[in-house]
């Protein structure tokens, strides 16, 4: 892809409880958009078979097969084989299979893996770094342990350098070299780095803005299971956006960011219950999402529209949306 001038753009969409403001001027997109590029590492376990992908139940509960799992990673693990040490510091990290959040002892496991040359043990190092976890914050530092991996082509880490630059954090803000980054990564078939794409096409950061192509990078990055694509591209079927309006695919979308506790895609689908927009109108869905978003992250319009939702069912109506989510 070539980079291009920016463009300058204002959109004014209205839809009472889907209201959207677009930001006009580099600067202002730029403010806005800055929020949207993902820099989470909280999408653990990615070198878990597919029986092994449930990872919420807690340990005495699960399967015989993930009490084996975890045997035999620690076992491997404590013989310092480097990849159980990365296993086995991500159970720590996340606190999965019954195992409670113990960062200190998922640095020192990674450390271990890094130190024989682990490249995703050696991420993780610049992962906590960056966010200042275990250790004090030092974006340099994550920088510097990001800038090692990605050059071995490790997606992850080239998808993090280019937040860095993106957001300026441990190096100066360069947008040509996020992009050269997060071109590496897309072609790894990283789902953030569609996202992050898109997004530069969505916001008109670098490139001209083009809401058909984030379109397409949005819906690779959703089919691939992340939700901040999910959500996106719902919003985009919801506007009309680089797509033809479509509510059902809209609520679809939501739905699916929303099972992964994306709030803002549970305050979404509670609008489109309440409004009947793709779906069947349905107050009671409408409020149980709405108090689900606002449970998941205080999202305050969500506690707004609960609450004035809530007025307008009856006892029985309550009582159904209550146990919506039992």
């Known amino acids: 892809m070539k980079l ?22 580099d600067a202002q997109k730029a403010e806005a958009a800055h929020w949207a590029f993902d820099d989470s590492d909280e999408t653990p376990f990615l070198w878990e078979s597919e029986e092994f992908l449930d990872g919420e139940l807690s340990l005495p509960e699960v399967d015989l097969d993930y009490v084996e799992a975890f045997e035999k990673i620690r076992f491997d693990a404590e013989a310092g084989e480097p990849d159980a040490q990365f296993k086995f510091g991500e159970i720590y990290q996340f606190g999965k299979w019954g195992v409670k959040v113990d960062r200190k002892r998922a640095w020192d496991l990674y450390q271990q893996a890094s130190d024989k040359g682990y490249l995703p043990a050696t991420y993780k190092k610049g992962v906590f770094f960056y966010n200042g976890w275990v250790v004090e914050r030092n974006y340099s530092k994550a920088v510097e342990w990001f800038q090692q991996t990605a050059n071995e082509e490790y997606a992850q880490a080239q ?27 897309e072609k790894q078939d990283l789902p953030k780095a569609f996202h992050n794409l898109g997004n530069f096409f969505f916001y008109g950061l670098a490139f001209q803005q083009n809401f058909q192509e984030a379109f397409k990078l949005y ?50 689908l509670g609008a489109l219950y309440s409004q009947g927009k793709g779906v069947l109108q349905d107050k009671s869905a409408a409020w149980a999402w709405f108090n689900r978003a606002y449970l998941t992250s205080e999202v305050e319009k969500a506690r707004i529209w609960r609450d004035k939702t809530q007025r307008e069912l009856g006892e029985e109506e309550l009582e159904i949306a209550r146990k919506y989510f039992r």
């Open 159 to 185: 998808n993090y350098l280019a937040i860095c630059y993106i957001k300026g954090r441990g190096l100066e803000k360069d947008l040509s070299q996020a992009v050269k980054w997060l071109e590496k990564a």
């Open 4 to 25: 291009r001038h920016f463009l300058t753009s204002a959109l004014l969409l209205f839809g009472g409880l889907n209201l959207i403001v677009w930001p006009s001027g």
């Open 219 to 268: 819906l690779k990055g959703a089919q691939q299971g992340f939700e901040g694509s999910q959500y996106q591209l719902a919003k985009m079927y919801e506007s009309g956006l680089g797509t033809k309006r479509d509510y059902s695919l809209a609520a679809e979308w939501y739905r699916k960011a929303a099972v992964q506790s994306n709030a803002m895609a549970q305050y979404k």
